[in-house]
């Protein structure tokens, strides 16, 4: 399943706007001009000036300490330093046998497609996968992850528009225990953090699987569009008070955007990003991987 | 990213400053340092805030400071103008052109949520302009998106056309045709979410303009958007000259700085702002109240704007002779109450100050109390207001009468009147300020 492509396809999409980040790193001195342009590409990277400044810190004591001089080996240094923030060794549990994995986010980030592609990832390692279209809401929300499920070849549960979400996941896990199947993905419907009700909902959702699968494990995803600025922080503090968030899905990577802000949810949250989109294609959904990320970030 | 921080935060940075007097540029430059910090965690476009930073600094210095503001509250007053002026005026109108039936073309990235507002904007034009509006489906890519624009016209009581995964171009010519032939007046097309660095899709985009030549060109964006804003709505505006822009999703708690970066980059007006999940969830955008919010300042400004049309200042300077010379008199002390009513409750002032609207709690300030207050006091005698020294006994007693309240009420106010003025002339001997902070910054309980 690893196309080789992956970096290739971020490099690509992130390199168009790369440009001027290149000549940021040429052969000259550290100065402070240097390091202000550094902070300038974190910026616009969407990494906030927070983290942009905590990491410049970083790298200051980095090149004193290993007494660099040459751009190019503190961009390096820099490299290293991020790729270490968004770093982590925990396991996906999904790989280790079933699991549920609930799906969830704001609206229009891209959930029922990243579900698709997740279905179809599992299914090519040769699991069988379970979708509950537990967005009720949207119009034809259901009808598009049928779409996707079709694609990639798995069951479906779904009820009628309107529809409790938690009914849907109830009887899409009767139907998974019946097929015996061995990975629950549970798409949601996009709400906005800030909404006390919806969140709720969320955690309903959350207790009935807690309940009915107790003994299997679940990964709470939350889905982030990677042109996400400052708020997908709030968001993903909301999310996890509510849900117990367990990884972050980074969407659209394929677009101009670097999805930065991801570097501060996991200093702030210890959240793992586990994996990125990085196109439409039922393939474009590729592992995340902390130096490949930190490289094409920089 | 507390919401209130900006003018805290100014207001430390002024701390030092008692005076009032020109803002140095020193401290213009400590406050914009602040204002930078602000609009970037608001994602404000980074090179939008530098160019911003420097046009409000080169104003602010040298500027005088309003009687009745602290140097932050100028500054902010400054920053407030200079961002409402770059968000452009109010400009919700749309243009239906001339051609029959007119075309508004809705552009954008991957879930920004065009096919909602699709439906919104249908129902606005049925209701406010009272035309017939057809709802065009161009998004032959996603699954379903044609689905979900036939449930959301359903909602928004409008026909839906489609052709499946037809050519979008050809598609929309038909609609158009058939608009026309069954008479109605607005074709609104729903295109494919696309990346602005997709080449072919933004080719397409460009030929369904050029099929429809449409009366407006929208562009759909997330109010969340970060720095990335600024590329995408200068691409699209490139390919297919943009006539507006409308921001979704505002109903969420981002600051929205995106709104900025795009109106500057682009010259664009914003149109609309999507405020929810119901049809009717579409509003006309205000520029100022975007211009506050991306600041984070509450209503900090609307306390400004209030407080500079209340206070006159010859009677401020005046007042501030009386309490300094000790002729602080009861008659000051009922002007005084009724520039604080020009200024709108004591609640309604509080919760405008970023802060303090949580805060308050249960510490409601008791407005029957003032007015109790005002009554006694306008049962005076203008000499007694002037010398509350003479208020023996029986003057109390037709006080209370006179009032309608009792003797009581009356001792607890001629008390309060007689500590405050106490506690003023051992201020002014130098620590007004401190004091007055911590009796709550008015001398009187009401």
């Known amino acids: 399943m690893e196309k080789k492509s992956w970096f290739t396809k971020l490099k690509e999409g992130l390199g168009k706007t790369n440009s001027w980040f290149a000549g940021l790193f040429g052969g000259e001195r550290i100065n402070d001009e240097f390091y202000e342009e550094l902070e300038e590409a974190m910026i616009l990277a969407d990494m906030g000036m927070d983290t942009a400044e905590k990491l410049l810190d970083a790298l200051r004591e980095t090149v004193k300490r290993e007494k660099l001089t040459a751009r190019d080996e503190a961009k390096d240094a820099l490299i290293r330093l991020i790729a270490d923030t968004v770093r982590h060794d925990t396991p996906f549990l999904a790989d280790q046998g079933p699991c549920t994995v609930l799906i969830v986010g704001v609206n229009g980030v891209g959930k029922t497609t990243t579900i698709g592609k997740i279905a179809n990832l599992y299914k090519q390692n040769g699991r069988k996968p379970m979708i509950a279209a537990a967005d009720t809401f949207r119009a034809a929300a259901a009808e598009q992850l049928g779409e996707w499920a079709n694609r990639a070849d798995c069951p479906m549960v779904r009820h009628q528009e309107g529809a409790d979400p938690a009914a849907v996941v109830f009887d899409a896990i009767a139907s998974y225990r019946a097929k015996g199947c061995d990975l629950l993905l549970v798409d949601t419907a996009g709400r906005l953090h800030n909404k006390k009700n919806l969140m709720n909902e969320l955690n309903k959702i959350r207790r009935v699987i807690a309940r009915e699968l107790p003994d299997t494990p679940c990964e709470v995803l939350l889905v982030l569009d990677a042109t996400t600025g400052q708020n997908a922080t709030a968001q993903a503090k909301a999310f996890m008070e509510v849900c117990e968030l367990t990884g972050v899905v980074l969407t659209k990577l394929d677009g101009t955007a670097k999805g930065g802000v991801t570097v501060q949810i996991h200093d702030t949250l210890n959240v793992p990003v586990r994996f990125i989109g990085v196109g439409e294609g039922i393939d474009d959904l590729q592992r995340f991987d902390a130096d490949e990320f930190a490289k094409a970030l920089l | ?446």
């Not at chain 2, 106010?413 to 003025?421: A, G, K, M, Y």
Request: positive net charge.
């Open chain 2, 1 to 446: 990213m507390a919401f209130e921080g900006i003018s805290s935060k100014l207001q430390s940075v002024f701390k030092k400053l008692t005076g009032k007097g020109r803002l140095s540029e020193k401290e213009v430059r400590e406050a914009m340092r602040e204002i930078k910090l602000a609009l970037l965690e608001a994602d404000v476009n980074f090179l939008v805030v530098k160019d911003f930073v420097k046009r409000v600094e080169a104003r602010a210095v040298g500027t005088d400071v309003l009687e009745s503001l602290t140097p932050g509250q100028m500054i902010i007053k400054i920053v407030n103008e200079e961002l409402t002026s770059l968000m452009g005026s109010t400009n919700a109108k749309l243009e239906f052109g001339s051609k029959k039936p007119a075309v508004i073309l809705m552009a954008g990235l991957q879930g920004a949520g065009k096919t909602t507002m699709c439906g919104k904007l249908a129902a606005l034009v049925k209701k406010q302009y009272g035309k017939t509006v057809l709802l065009c489906a161009c998004d032959i890519y996603r699954p379903a998106a044609i689905d979900q624009l036939k449930v959301v016209g359903g909602k928004a009581e409008v026909p839906v056309f489609e052709r499946g995964t037809q050519k979008p171009e050809q598609t929309v010519v038909e609609a158009i045709e058939y608009a026309r032939s069954h008479f109605i007046d607005v074709v609104i097309v729903d295109t494919a979410g696309r990346l602005h660095i997709d080449g072919d899709m933004m080719e397409e985009l460009k030929r369904v303009r050029d099929a429809c030549e449409p009366a407006e060109i929208l562009l759909v964006i997330d109010a969340m958007t970060g720095q990335d804003a600024v590329n995408a709505a200068k691409a699209f505006d490139e390919t297919v000259p943009l006539t507006g822009v409308i921001i979704t999703k505002l109903d969420g708690d981002t600051r929205g700085g995106a709104a900025l970066s795009v109106r500057s980059v682009t010259g664009k007006p914003i149109k609309f702002a999507g405020t929810g999940e119901k049809m009717t969830d579409i509003e006309p955008f205000h520029p100022d109240r975007m211009a506050s919010r991306i600041l984070g300042m509450g209503d900090v400004l609307t306390l400004i704007e209030k407080a500079e049309k209340a206070f006159d200042e010859k009677k401020a300077k005046e007042l501030e002779r009386k309490m300094r010379t000790d002729a602080f008199t009861l008659e000051d002390f009922l002007d005084q109450m009724e520039q604080m009513k020009d200024m709108g409750s004591m609640e309604e002032i509080m919760g405008m100050i970023p802060g303090m609207s949580g805060k308050m709690g249960n510490l409601q300030v008791d407005e029957k109390a003032m007015g109790r207050t005002k009554a006694i006091i306008q049962a005076m005698t203008p000499k007694e207001r002037e010398n509350p020294d003479i208020l023996n006994a029986s003057r109390r007693r037709r006080i209370a009468r006179g009032s309608g309240t009792q003797i009581q009420d009356v001792n607890r106010l001629i008390n309060q009147f007689d500590q405050s003025r106490k506690l003023m002339k051992q201020l002014t001997g130098g620590k007004l300020g401190k004091k007055m902070k911590r009796r709550g910054g008015f001398p009187f309980k009401f």
